[in-house]
């Protein structure tokens, strides 16, 4: 699934809606959990680097960090969302 953005992206939750919007409803509820997964793992790594606390992430260590959480998720029951990233990858 492409991820289209609108020419101009006047805020973050503009661009969420219209990304949501390019989703049939079923979908809609595992991509907010993904953007919630994200969004927060970004805001503890920010906090770990102005704070000093820890050591600072690569991106590739924060993709892997969001992903296993991901799949802990999925293994808790958020079904939706393994199916949303299954379906991404095939």
């Known amino acids: 699934m492409p991820i289209v953005l ?16 390019l989703l049939p409803e ?5 991509l907010d959990t993904l953007f919630m ?3 927060w793992n970004l805001w503890l790594e920010r ?7 820890g050591e600072k992430m690569t991106s590739a260590q ?3 960090k969001i992903e296993q959480q991901a ?15 299954f379906a991404a990858s095939l």
């Not at 906090?47 to 606390?53: F, H, Q, T, V």
């Open 37 to 39: 997964l994200i969004v």
């Open 47 to 53: 906090n770990a680097r102005i704070l000093g606390e």
């Open 62 to 64: 924060l993709t892997a």
């Open 26 to 30: 079923n979908k809609r509820k595992a």
């Open 71 to 85: 799949l802990e998720w999925i293994g808790a029951g958020a079904k939706d969302l393994g199916s949303l990233l």
């Open 6 to 21: 609108p020419p101009a992206i006047p805020s973050v939750d503009v661009w969420w809606e219209h990304l949501r919007s």
